[in-house]
């Protein structure tokens, strides 16, 4: 999304009176003044910027999710019109807003990847190959095709969203919900493998199969790729 990283830099600042007046109670008095709101100024940055920098932090992580486009216009006003020191805080609201949004997103992509994975896990562990091998041997198995199991997550606060997030990205919790089937498949191979060293892996035709007629024609496909290996050895389709 390419925010500016941008932190108490964008805010307006108040010139200090000039005035070497040092008998002038009037002048000493303004002097007073500014030097106190100099001083409250620079605490509430002090107190608001980590806040904002967390703001941009969430907003460019939630830059694929519909609330980005809700948030990244008031962000922008803030930046432009200084408005970070306004009261009341215009921050929090936006944080809350975006860690809500992001720990749904997450939570989501994490049902959605456990539920693959238990599904897979239960399909390897009912065939006969896998019942076959040590315990030790499907422990080497699964971690090699990283289906041991799923990354962890923690989304309570608005701090374990974003360190959460540091680590897994939502876009690739996804992307490894979507390979599990093939990662699966591949752990039945070398389940295979190991029982059968000889064996070799057999890829089937691809294809959209709408009649009985295209149907035959995969299967005839198929069976010539299988006769074809079976002449090598086993083969694991």
């Keep these: 999304m390419g925010h500016r990283d941008q932190g108490a830099g964008f805010l307006s600042t108040d010139s200090a009176p000039h ?23 620079k605490d509430l940055i002090a107190d608001r910027e980590p806040r904002w920098r967390q703001l941009k932090r969430l907003l460019d992580h939630a830059a694929d999710l519909p609330i980005a486009g809700e948030v990244e216009p008031e962000v922008k006003a803030i930046e ?39 599904q897979g896990l239960a399909g390897l562990e009912a065939t006969e ?26 989304v309570g606060t608005t701090e ?21 089937p093939t990662r699966f498949s591949h752990a039945s191979a070398s389940a295979a493998k190991m029982l059968e060293p000889q064996a070799q892996s057999v890829s089937l ?20 790729r299988i006769r074809q290996k079976l002449k090598e050895g086993p083969v694991i389709v």
Excluded: F
Excluded at 26 to 41: D, P, V
Excluded at 89 to 116: E, F, I, S, W, Y
């Design 205 to 224: 035709p691809s294809g959209t199969i709408k009649t009985e007629d295209d149907l035959k024609g995969w299967l005839v496909s198929a069976e010539q």
């Design 129 to 154: 190959t896998w019942q076959q091998l040590t315990p030790e041997k499907r422990y080497e198995i699964l971690p090699k095709h990283s289906v041991r199991q799923m990354p962890a997550i923690a």
């Design 19 to 41: 005035s070497r007046s040092s008998g002038n109670p009037s002048a000493c008095l303004a002097s007073w003044h500014w030097t106190s709101n100099a001083k409250k100024r």
């Design 80 to 118: 432009d019109h200084r408005r970070l020191l306004d009261d009341p805080d215009p921050v929090p609201g936006m944080v809350d807003k975006l860690t809500q949004a992001l720990r749904k997103a997450l939570n989501d992509a994490h049902v959605a990847c456990t539920a693959a994975h238990e």
């Design 160 to 180: 374990e969203v974003l360190a959460t997030l540091q680590k897994t990205k939502v876009s690739e919790l996804q992307a490894i919900c979507d390979a599990l």
